[in-house]
């Protein structure tokens, strides 16, 4: 029960989502300001578990995750595991949000977190973040009981959004990985109001499916090249790339079209270089992207019938 007429403070409502993605504030699919809406199952409170306290008190370099869909069973890992935020920092807002002040609205703390959060996250990356990278920023915030007793401490994070908004598990530390946003050859993207969704079972409906990722560095070593020296490299290589995932297959026959990505000077400066080679195709009046369905990815060669002993 809720006494006195008091919010309770549940670990749901403590979680900010605040990505930039492609240079725009992200709406992330687990929302910003978490309620546990209806009734627990069986008429209990729920409480904060010791593991999720210490998921919300992390010191920068520490990873959490977790897999429920109400987010109760967060709780730190070793970075080497799957997880789904990194701890890059603690910073206190008591210098705008004094005793007795009250708490930042959804939209507020979206604000803070990307004011408070971007700087120190190159710092702890020890160098720049790519705004239109894998990595964005988010942040744990206090809860409404420790928002009261005077807690304005935020953990700064790093989290991995695919385009629909779900959180993609990150393996090991940020710090020294590619920021490039590109996925795994034979990983399909959705498709979410003719544009690009989460990543989805190739046999489903789809936007992309990725057939290569190749390093714009081994061709431009010396700097960054423009965008028409981007396309043109790789309109050779991503139509090598597509046959040698595909096979000899006939783009325009099935009525798709092989595109890629071009990467903008300021993600080249923060070390992202890899791009992907994708397959989709367009609605005929050009409106958006049509819906693929099915992998065009070449079969394996059966394997070879075991020998006979002694054959």
């Known amino acids: 029960m809720l006494g006195d007429g008091v919010e309770k403070t549940t670990l749901r409502t403590r979680l900010v989502m605040a990505g930039v993605f492609l240079g725009a504030i992200l709406a992330l699919s687990l929302s910003v300001a978490f309620s546990w809406g209806g009734a627990v199952s069986g008429g209990g409170e729920v409480e904060e578990s010791p593991e999720a306290k210490a998921a919300f008190t992390a010191p920068p370099g520490s990873c959490v995750t977790w897999t429920m869909p109400d987010v109760s069973d967060i709780h730190v890992v070793p970075c080497a595991q799957p997880h789904l935020y990194e701890v890059t920092g603690v910073v206190n807002i008591g210098d705008k949000y004094p005793p007795n002040a009250p708490a930042p609205t959804v939209d507020q703390w979206r604000d803070i977190a990307l004011e408070r959060c971007s700087a120190g996250v190159e710092t702890y990356l020890n160098e720049q973040l790519d705004p239109f990278g894998r990595f964005t920023v988010s942040a744990l915030r206090p809860g409404n009981d420790e928002w009261a007793d005077g807690d304005r401490e935020m953990r700064c994070v790093l989290q991995w959004a695919a385009p629909g908004g779900k959180l993609e598990p990150i393996v090991g530390n940020a710090a020294g990985q590619s920021q490039s946003a590109v996925w795994e050859p034979g990983t399909c993207l959705a498709l979410v109001d003719k544009t690009v969704g989460n990543p989805i079972d190739c046999a489903q409906p789809h936007s992309y499916e990725i057939v290569a990722t190749l390093d714009l560095k081994t061709k431009f070593p010396d700097g960054y090249p423009s965008q028409i020296d981007q396309k043109t490299w790789l309109d050779t290589e991503c139509n090598k790339a597509v046959q ?27 070390g992202s270089t890899l791009v992907n080679c994708k397959v989709g195709a367009k609605l005929p009046d050009n409106s958006g992207l049509a ?21």
């Open 291 to 311: 819906p693929v369905t099915g992998s065009i990815r070449k079969a394996a060669p059966p394997a070879a019938p075991p020998s006979s002993p002694g054959g």
């Open 244 to 270: 040698d995932y595909a096979g000899e297959v006939d783009l325009a026959a099935q009525k798709l079209i092989l595109t890629w990505d071009t990467r903008e000077q300021e993600s080249w400066d923060a």
